[in-house]
């Protein structure tokens, strides 16, 4: 059975074809084949000896080749017409290799993007954790992580790209993820840093006055004239009391006894 097999892969009439079989006296650089070589040819799966005899008559007739002697006996030889089949087959076979070759090159897009994937994943949990660890206040891993985060990125690249730098900040942010929330330290640590911001804030603003103690002074101010002005209009009336006072003991004494 596998003689049988091996002997209709060598006499597959679907391979020897007028085009293949012009390919191939072409490709001995114009010089003539003989019919064996032709019958032991690979690419032409190896075709019995009546069958390429039967073609290269009809190839001989439509004037695409003309018999010759080759080293190894009769043969023949291709002539200067061109044959449609052939060309056909030729440009076949160069559009296949462009298609081959965009599918090496997407392949290789491919391969180049799922890394950048699994680059930037890896990234993104890496950070994470040591995210957590520093809202947890868990300083020796944080310290680890961070220092072994940094080496990596050194080492994979030479300019760090915009991307890395926000998921590299982004580890001494607040985690808000379940087990920090419910487990961990998150809100000690976040009241830790608003009091630190705001007391860095504090020293690089210039001292402000207090607004109470304007209001105070602006208060004082105010008082200090109402009572002015009391005093003033109490000094008045004084004055006239003594003036009226003045003129009722004057027109008592000159009275008629």
Known sequence: MLYWKQL??????????????????????????????????????????????????????????????????????????????????????????LDAARTADA????????????????????AREARCAWTRADDDLYGDLTGQLD????????????????????????????DCQEYGDGERRHEDVKRRMEAATQEELPEKDDPTDALDEAITVEMESDLKTQHELQAQVEAIGAQVAGLIKQNGDGAPQ
């Open 8 to 97: 209709m892969k060598r006499t597959d009439p679907r391979r020897l074809t007028e085009a293949t079989l012009m390919r191939a006296v072409l490709e001995r650089s114009g010089k003539p084949v003989a019919i064996k070589t032709l019958t032991e040819l690979e690419a032409l799966g190896r075709p019995p000896r009546p069958a390429v005899e039967t073609l290269c008559e009809t190839l001989i007739e439509r004037g695409y080749l003309v018999p010759a002697v080759a080293g190894n006996g009769n043969g023949v030889q291709a002539t200067a017409k061109e044959h449609p089949g052939l060309w056909a087959l030729l440009i076949s076979d160069h559009l296949a290799g």
């Open 107 to 126: 392949a290789g897009a491919r391969d180049t993007l799922r890394d950048l994937v699994n680059t930037s994943v890896f990234l993104k949990k890496a």
């Open 151 to 178: 080496a990596w990125i050194a080492k994979q690249w030479e300019t760090t790209p915009a991307w890395v730098a926000r998921r590299r900040r982004s580890v001494e942010t607040l985690c808000r993820c379940f």
